[in-house]
């Protein structure tokens, strides 16, 4: 038995982004594993019954499936740390989690795979080696790979739609950048649920991948700063402490 969380996840997977920031601005204590680790195959599916990440396993056994169900088991346990005090700014924390992982799926889908110049090394990269080291570790790459570039334009993303994809997405980056001029996250001086909703595609996507990378952090170095505040257990930064918090 150990006190240490077991979080199943993968670097480039839009939702363990969410559940591994919280999991980090928490401060809970967890081990990272890879999908491609012997012990989701013969100790997680088991329970589990389906291969999705995120999956957490914690110290007791306990399998909790999906970075919404991972945040709310902590959330409901400790008094919900993550939830601002004003029912306004609870329906602002909600809506932004949604707009997070469902609203910005199509720029996450679209900067990832339709700029394989930039991207394509990368992302087979770490496809790749989320697969176990079989004989057949490539194909199935490949395999995954078609399949997500395929469910880009299930989303939409057509190339008829990218135009407004794009436009849309970096009006959005715009005003995120001018919110971030005044505070350090979305409601003020700590993450709300809406911030890990946000970092969904904020991160393994748009903050990752080389193209869109680029692109945040020369159009929104603002954003690109929270990417990397959210993945740190530090609460705030050096440019806001002498600022007063509002949540």
């Not at 790749?128 to 490539?138: G, S, V």
Request: charged fraction near 20%.
């Amino acid at each position: 038995m150990t006190d240490l969380h077991r979080l199943y996840a993968l670097s480039h997977s839009l939702y363990s982004g969410r559940a591994r920031a919280y999991l980090i601005k928490q401060r809970i204590a967890f081990q990272e594993l890879s999908t491609g680790h012997e012990s989701f195959k013969t100790e997680v599916l088991p329970k589990a019954k389906l291969a999705t990440i995120p999956t957490l396993v914690t110290p007791t056994g306990e399998v909790i499936r999906d970075g919404a169900a991972i945040i709310e088991h902590f959330e409901s346990a400790n008094g919900r740390p993550s939830q601002p005090q004003g029912p306004c700014q609870q329906i602002i924390s909600a809506l932004f989690d949604v707009i997070g992982h469902d609203g910005l799926l199509r720029p996450a889908m679209h900067y990832r795979w339709n700029f394989p110049t930039e991207n394509l090394h990368f992302v087979q990269y770490h496809f790749l080696h989320a697969q176990r080291d079989t004989p057949e570790r490539a194909e199935k790459t490949e395999h995954m790979m078609n399949r997500m570039r395929h469910v880009t334009e299930v989303f939409g993303v057509t190339e008829q739609s990218q135009p407004l994809v794009e436009a849309l997405y970096t009006e959005y980056l715009d005003a995120f950048n001018a919110h971030f001029e005044q505070y350090p996250y979305l409601l003020g001086w700590k993450p709300c649920v809406g911030d890990y909703g946000l970092l969904a595609p904020l991160y393994a996507h748009l903050g990752r991948d080389p193209y869109p990378a680029s692109l945040m952090q020369q159009r929104a170095p603002r954003v690109y700063r929270w990417v990397e505040r959210m993945n740190r257990p530090t609460k705030t930064c050096q440019s806001f402490l002498r600022r007063a918090p509002i949540f």
